[in-house]
């Protein structure tokens, strides 16, 4: 499902921002994309789940499709250096960007807290402009 992510961020980001897939076989933990957008460097962890859960207000919206220990400490280390990260969850036709220094917490998250967290708005069609916003540092 990440994959299928992946190709909508790729083909909904304008061209003045430079993705790349990282498929990391050296360490662990390391986010899906690397973006650079004016000068500005975002590695984004990309998650995808299929449907809202039933119960969305009390079940945690990732669950077992959550961030492992090895990404949160990625994330942890990368903000703790000055860095600036992301995740990208994808649910349906839903868009959410989560600033990188909730990693820790996002895997407990339902889908309101979620939504409330996101950098983007649920507006479908605006989602991935203001996430492309976010990925120049306009955000």
């Known amino acids: 499902m990440e994959s299928n992510l992946w190709v909508k961020m790729r083909s909904s980001i304008g061209p003045s921002v430079r993705m790349w897939r990282v498929e990391n076989v050296v360490g662990t933990g ?39 220990p090895a990404q949160k400490n990625w994330h942890k280390e990368w903000q703790a250096n000055g860095g600036r990260s992301a995740v990208i969850i994808g649910v349906q036709r839903d868009v959410y960007l989560i600033r990188g220094e909730h990693a820790d917490e996002i895997n407990q998250m339902t889908a309101p807290q979620i939504a409330e967290l996101s950098v983007v708005t649920s507006a479908i069609g605006f989602q991935w402009k203001q996430i492309e916003l976010f990925l120049r540092g306009a955000l």
């Open 30 to 68: 390391m986010p899906d994309v690397l973006v650079i957008g004016d000068s500005v460097v975002t590695p984004v962890e990309l998650k995808a789940v299929q449907n809202y859960p039933a119960r969305i207000s009390k079940t945690p919206l990732l669950g077992g499709r959550g961030l492992s």
